[in-house]
């Protein structure tokens, strides 16, 4: 097996223990899979961002200007650095569509350790592409990440189309519009599942939404926390 990302062979290491029970080949070769960097220790425990404090400063800006609390809490796998900005660009903007099985692994284990005790009446919701958007990048990544974890998916929200996020600065994100639209009610709590987690604003939007419309409780899971 060849890792994914350089294309180096990938030779597993071979014990007593594992010799009859052999482990999932890694995707990534021990020197890719080291320049991940992973999320740990103390972190916000409202939205995953490394923080020596409960909650950060970023989420007390949320709780102190937004007029309720929409999301439960947000868990993040990966902290954003160059190396999983490249796999990102490559996978999401050149549509590089294997590239993503990088992360089913990781993001299997994060949902069974924070979200699989929950009520199991939970759906997950990607966060949509616009139509454009969809068509240009030929797949969306949300819905990638989505498919990756054992229960209901529900594309109940769509979107209109907009500039890119990663073009607008911090303010311009705060500041806003919902894109997003309820082609139903949903009476159902739900985790809404994203690549990254930055401003968190598109994640509040669509959360705001989905409360407004039924749903009790909302979640959110993101691969990476910017």
């Not at 923080?51 to 937004?66: F, G, M, R, T, Y």
């Not at 069974?112 to 592409?129: G, Q």
């Not at 987690?197 to 409360?211: D, K």
Request: glycine content about 4%; hydrophobic content about 35%; charged content about 25%.
């Amino acid at each position: 097996m060849e890792c994914l990302w350089c294309g180096q062979a990938i030779i597993p290491d071979i014990t007593w223990t594992n010799l009859f029970m052999p482990e999932k080949p890694s995707p990534l070769c021990r020197v890719c899979e080291e320049q991940l960097d992973q999320l740990d220790g103390a972190r916000c425990k409202q939205c995953s961002r490394r923080s020596d404090v409960e909650i950060c400063l970023d989420c007390d800006w949320w709780n102190e200007h937004a007029t309720r609390n929409t999301i439960e809490f947000n868990y993040s796998i990966f902290a954003y650095n160059p190396f999983i900005q490249e796999i990102i660009t490559k996978w999401k903007y050149r549509g590089d569509y294997v590239l993503g099985n990088i992360f089913q692994s990781y993001f299997q284990q994060a949902f069974r350790n924070n979200f699989a005790l929950l009520k199991k009446d939970l759906v997950i919701i990607p966060i949509p592409l616009s139509e454009e958007r969809l068509f240009e990048r030929g797949f969306n990544q949300a819905k990638r990440l989505a498919e990756f974890l054992p229960i209901e998916t529900s594309d109940v929200l769509t979107r209109i189309h907009g500039e890119k996020q990663s073009k607008k600065t911090r303010t311009e994100r705060l500041d806003s519009e919902n894109p997003f639209f309820m082609k139903e009610s949903l009476q159902k709590p739900a985790i809404l599942v994203d690549d990254i987690y930055t401003t968190g604003t598109t994640l509040r939007h669509a959360a705001s939404l989905l409360r407004d419309n039924g749903c009790p409780k909302v979640y959110t899971f993101t691969l990476i926390r910017g």
